[in-house]
């Protein structure tokens, strides 16, 4: 993973979303036009959190998030996520 030149501030984490799935578990691929967006990905990214909360999660945590969380944005070919840490829903 090349170092990202990019910092979140206050309380947002930036995530890289976990490939969609190709196949069904019976082996039928899925087309592009019917993936599910995924919600789980990787914490690449935080910020210094607010004054009165600390930010929970870290660099390289796994999380889930909501099916509609975040604003996405594409840093050198890569897809990413940024949200508030209070739209990551778990650690896994």
Do not use: H
Not at 5 to 17: N, T
Not at 44 to 71: C, N, Q, W
């Amino acid at each position: 993973m090349a170092k990202l030149k990019i910092k979140p501030l206050a309380d947002r984490v930036l995530i890289e979303p976990d490939a969609a799935e190709e196949k069904t578990a019976a082996g039928i691929i899925i087309p592009d036009t019917a993936k599910e967006k995924p919600q789980k990905g990787t914490v690449v990214a935080i910020g210094t959190g607010k004054k009165d909360e600390p930010m929970t999660v870290k660099v390289g945590d796994s999380v889930l998030y909501g099916k509609y969380a975040g604003t996405e944005l594409t840093i050198g070919g890569t897809n990413y996520l940024i949200m508030r840490e209070s739209d990551v829903v778990a650690i896994v």
